[in-house]
């Protein structure tokens, strides 16, 4: 069985999800893949332990403090490829960006492979069920293209704007799939 409850943020709404103990999702209002890959309904419950957890560490992140995925019971729900790019999203530092190319790169040297496809690990982060915690927003195109957000590019912008992110190199594309 699966939970959820609400909670209120500077970006909108957000749906926390859960099976009991672990966090498996947190999606914005209207966001692409929302449920991600919770087959079963998600039934309200406000009072799981998890969810007063992730309450705390949202209220610090959104506070400006710089609290670290490792401090939930984080189980995104996807495959092993999947978990390992959601993996290294985790390691992206507060405040700073990444490209999917780098990640790649990243990845194909854990993984033991000369090289590994930049859209292979896009489309897993774009897939990332715990918005904000594993921190999907800071992954941008190798042209500084803020393409591939799937809580849409506004909210990508103001979550990097609220880290202090150097936005200068970045642009919103004027035409693409992941807008």
Not at 35 to 54: H, M, N, Q
Not at 70 to 78: A, D, N
Not at 84 to 109: D, F, H, N, S
Request: charged share 20%; proline share 6%.
């Amino acid at each position: 069985m699966y939970y959820s409850t609400t909670y209120l943020s500077p970006v909108g709404t957000l749906t926390l999800g859960s099976d009991g103990e672990h966090l498996v999702g947190v999606w914005l209002e209207g966001q692409k893949y929302f449920g991600g890959a919770v087959e079963k309904e998600l039934t309200a419950r406000d009072g799981l332990p998890v969810f007063s957890a992730a309450r705390d560490w949202l209220d610090r992140y959104f506070a400006g403090e710089k609290p670290s995925p490792s401090e939930l019971p984080l189980h995104p729900i996807g495959g092993e490829f999947r978990q390992q790019v959601w993996r290294l999203l985790c390691q992206i530092p507060y405040g700073e960006i990444t490209t999917y190319g780098t990640l790649a790169k990243e990845l194909a040297a854990q993984m033991g492979r000369n090289s590994m496809s930049g859209q292979a690990v896009g489309g897993a982060v774009g897939h990332n069920p715990i918005s904000i915690i594993i921190p999907c927003h800071r992954v941008v195109g190798a042209n500084g293209s803020l393409t591939g957000y799937a809580g849409g590019i506004p909210t990508k912008i103001k979550l990097l704007e609220h880290e202090g992110a150097d936005l200068s190199r970045l642009f919103v594309p004027k035409k693409g799939t992941a807008l």
